[in-house]
């Protein structure tokens, strides 16, 4: 266990490097944050100003590791636009972006895995069909269409939902749907296909032939296996879910980390966007720790793999 946790943590530095890399350079190639940042009327003198006061004059080498070289000791910036250190800005969004992405998670967890559950036992059943059909129309579809569609029907037409903001669970309904479609379709259809194979198994069948009910060889035996696929996929989505909902908050108003991303991208406020994305970095490298662990009590070849 130690060996993964040590290996993961390690594969994770180079990884978060990476995102620095590729973020700092693209954030550069946007353009000048005093263009934004400053009123038309600003004088060239006082433009030149504010980009030796952030180092926006150095070459893009020297201002990268400067940016590194203070990351390392904790130091994300400071934000342009609200002149407080980006990392604070970023922090007092997070708590809405998590409650938003906790909510999707729990609605489609609790739709997709009973559904495609019964979609494999009930196999070629009109519940199976169903539950296709809207497999297919959850990932088809775009989050912000989607988002749109259900602000005209339950928000505009019928007025029972609000519109926008944060604040109230009612205000948490719309959002957390439509964020929670994609990845409900998707483990519907990843869970019904591994219970299929499952339940083929040589295992199952001598399961039932020792008399265990439909229920237990379903739960016990067959959900078990087919849950280290899933936790797979999860893994993955749930970092989307942190990183992805940037359409979801924008069509919302929802006051979390994706509308300040794209709230900072087009004020070109840089320690903001990189500090944003190096914390979902980080997300994704801590999510993937935690399912390579529950491997380990999921899957015994595993844990053989890792002791032998």
Same mark, same amino acid.
């Given at each position: ?25 693209? @954030? ?6 005093? /263009? ?26 020297? /201002? ?27 922090? /007092? ?55 749109? @569609? ?86 993955? /989505? ?23 991303? @794209? ?15 190096? @914390? ?29």
């Amino acid at each position: 266990m130690k060996t993964i946790v040590l290996t993961r943590l390690l594969q994770g530095v180079p990884a978060l490097l990476g995102v620095t890399v590729v973020a700092f350079a693209l @954030l550069y190639l946007t353009g000048d944050p005093s /263009q934004t940042m400053l009123p038309p009327e600003a004088t060239e003198t006082t433009r030149a100003a504010f980009r030796h006061a952030y180092g926006l004059d150095q070459p893009l080498p020297v /201002q990268y590791l400067t940016y590194l070289g203070r990351l390392v000791q904790g130091d994300f910036g400071r934000s342009f636009a609200y002149n407080q250190p980006a990392l604070q800005v970023v922090l /007092q969004r997070l708590p809405a972006t998590i409650e938003l992405s906790t909510a999707a998670l729990l609605i489609a967890l609790s739709l997709a895995i009973p559904a495609g559950i019964i979609s494999a036992v009930k196999r070629n059943s009109v519940f199976d069909r169903l539950v296709m059909s809207v497999v297919l129309f959850g990932q088809s579809i775009p989050t912000f269409w989607l988002g749109m @569609l259900l602000i005209l029907l339950f928000a505009v037409h019928f007025r029972l939902l609000p519109v926008s903001g944060r604040g109230s669970f009612a205000q948490l309904i719309l959002p957390a749907f439509t964020l929670s479609l994609f990845l409900a379709a998707l483990l519907a259809r990843l869970t019904r296909s591994g219970m299929l194979d499952v339940l083929s198994q040589d295992y199952v069948r001598t399961a039932r032939a020792k008399g265990l009910g439909d229920w237990a060889v379903t739960t016990r035996h067959a959900l078990r296996n087919t849950l280290v696929p899933i936790i797979t996929v999860l893994g993955l /989505q749930i970092g989307g879910l942190l990183g992805g909902a940037v359409m979801t908050e924008t069509v919302f108003a929802w006051p979390g980390v994706g509308t300040l991303v @794209l709230e900072s991208i087009l004020k070109r406020d840089y320690p903001v966007v990189l500090a944003a994305l190096i @914390l979902v970095a980080t997300g994704f490298v801590l999510i993937n720790l935690i399912v390579d662990i529950l491997y380990c009590y999921l899957d015994p070849r595993v844990r053989t793999a890792q002791n032998s």
